[in-house]
């Protein structure tokens, strides 16, 4: 177990890539603590369906922490709008010049 604790702790430290750089400095060592004794602790006593409950919610925690988090950095909502914009313009383009459809 030692090896697959080690394995889903690097996963979840690359996982921490999605908050935000701050956050991760000021909480990240914490949260891959706590993050290995929940693995550890379920593992101990309810298996695999026990981990998979932990990366479950940790899933959650990206979701509804590090998103929201990111989004209120000014550089990723200018990329997002960003990116919405060139697929709308994308799509227009593409529309106008596909042949039109016949049955």
């Given at each position: ?29 914490e949260m891959v603590t706590t993050f ?34 990111q989004l209120r950095s000014s550089v ?28």
């Amino acid at each position: 177990m030692i090896s697959a604790l080690q394995m889903s702790c690097a996963l979840y430290d690359l996982l921490l890539l999605t908050y935000p750089r701050d956050f991760r400095v000021r909480f990240g060592a914490e949260m891959v603590t706590t993050f290995s004794d929940q693995v550890c602790g379920e593992w101990k006593r309810h298996g695999l369906l026990g981990v998979i409950r932990v990366w479950y919610s940790a899933a959650l925690e990206v979701l509804s922490v590090a998103i929201p988090l990111q989004l209120r950095s000014s550089v990723v909502v200018a990329m997002a709008v960003s990116f919405l914009w060139s697929s709308a313009l994308f799509m227009a383009l593409f529309r106008a010049t596909a042949p039109p459809c016949t049955k």
